[in-house]
């Protein structure tokens, strides 16, 4: 079981920046791809951001590209997204997710992954 404990969510103006982390709670991080979920009132869920377990590569949708930067810390155990230029489209609460261990691609859609946080709270004042 991965405990999965996100943070850094809050209220923002337009324009304005946050950064997102994850932690996670046991060993197995490092082998994992990880994502970035979002999810608006009355929308589905979306990836806005992906990356290997190795964190050599990443991918972002067209919607957050050039404006979110997902990273990791396998020695901490932790997931970061920066968002910068924020949106009042970007209000969501944000989940981050850890795929199948061992997986050395990109997880692209929630049934890839495997554990879920209990989400953030991103909330872009215009």
């Known amino acids: 079981q991965v405990l999965l404990v996100e943070s850094g969510g809050g209220l923002v103006q337009a324009g304005g920046s946050l950064r997102l982390s994850c932690a996670a709670s046991e060993g197995t991080f490092s082998d994992r791809p990880m994502g970035w979920f979002r999810q608006a009132p009355a929308k589905e869920r979306e990836l806005v951001a992906a990356?290997?377990?190795?964190?050599?590569?990443?991918y972002y949708p067209d919607s957050v590209k050039g404006r979110f930067t997902v990273s990791r810390d396998n020695a901490k155990s932790t997931l970061y997204l920066r968002m910068d230029s924020l949106k009042p489209e970007d209000t969501a609460v944000y989940f981050c997710?850890?795929?199948?261990?061992?997986?050395?691609?990109?997880?692209?859609?929630?049934?890839?992954?495997?554990?879920w946080g209990q989400g953030t709270q991103v909330t872009v004042s215009s």
């Open positions: 997710a850890a795929a199948g261990r061992y997986y050395t691609g990109l997880a692209y859609i929630p049934s890839n992954y495997h554990y």
């Open positions: 990356i290997t377990l190795g964190g050599d590569s990443t």
